[in-house]
């Protein structure tokens, strides 16, 4: 079966410091990764989207980056973070476009 | 463009009870549209996956419905718990050649013992 790996759970990261969240799926083969974020009170927002190894697109500006080393390997990232960064991120996958989607278990970041 | 609308809000029942929770969408041209439960500072979990040449699907005490012309979907909730306190989602793919799935802001369902 899939399995789909999130961390770290929290996060408390000074403004400015980097970020680098990592994502994982396991049981399948060139999914389609998603990165999430969920900030108090809104909807989700889609942030970056891969359909396969280096592949990123990227939905809103922002002050961060995605990269995908690997085939099931996700990774938020950013240099120097913003109070506005705070959030609630979630990793998310499917096997092709508009099919079943699968999400993480999701990391809280604080930016302080 | 596609905007998806969830009422109510939030949702107070007593255990035992059966109720619906009712999602819109306003694009009728949806590949499938998807429940999701999230309990609170945890991530999504999968419910259940309508296509859209589908009317229905259940999983256990779960029934959701699908009424793509109207652009209505509910999400039926048989005898339920505590356990089923949760904010409930639906979610729909964006048409067209994007990737995202577009979110009702969600039900915060409270049952109560």
């Known amino acids: 079966s899939q399995t789909i790996h999130q961390w770290p759970a929290t996060l408390v990261q000074p403004v400015g410091s980097p970020l680098s969240l990592e994502c994982t799926v396991e049981?399948?083969?060139?999914?389609?990764l998603y990165w999430y974020r969920q900030a108090a009170g809104r909807g989700l927002q889609l942030l970056f989207y891969?359909?396969?190894?280096?592949?990123i697109s990227s939905e809103v500006p922002q002050n961060l980056s995605a990269s995908r080393p690997q085939d099931r390997q996700f990774i938020l990232s950013s240099k120097k973070l913003l109070l506005s960064d705070s959030g609630f991120y979630l990793c998310?996958?499917?096997?092709?476009?508009?099919?079943?989607?699968?999400f993480g278990q999701g990391t809280r970041l604080t930016v302080v | 463009k596609q905007e998806v609308t969830q009422i109510p809000a939030a949702l107070s029942v007593p255990e035992g009870e059966n109720l619906v929770l009712n999602c819109s969408f306003t694009d009728s041209a949806i590949y499938n549209l998807q429940w999701f439960r999230q309990d609170p500072g945890k991530g999504l979990t999968s419910l259940l996956l309508i296509q859209s040449s589908q009317r229905e699907q259940t999983s256990g005490r779960l029934n959701a419905s699908l009424d793509k012309s109207s652009g209505r979907s509910t999400l039926y909730i048989a005898a339920s718990q505590p356990g089923d306190s949760a904010t409930y989602l639906c979610a729909v793919p964006l048409s067209g050649y994007g990737q995202n799935f577009v979110f009702g802001p969600g039900t915060r369902l409270s049952v109560l013992p």
């Open positions: 998310a996958w499917s096997l092709r476009r508009g099919a079943e989607a699968f």
């Open positions: 891969s359909v396969g190894i280096g592949q």
């Open positions: 049981g399948t083969s060139n999914p389609n």
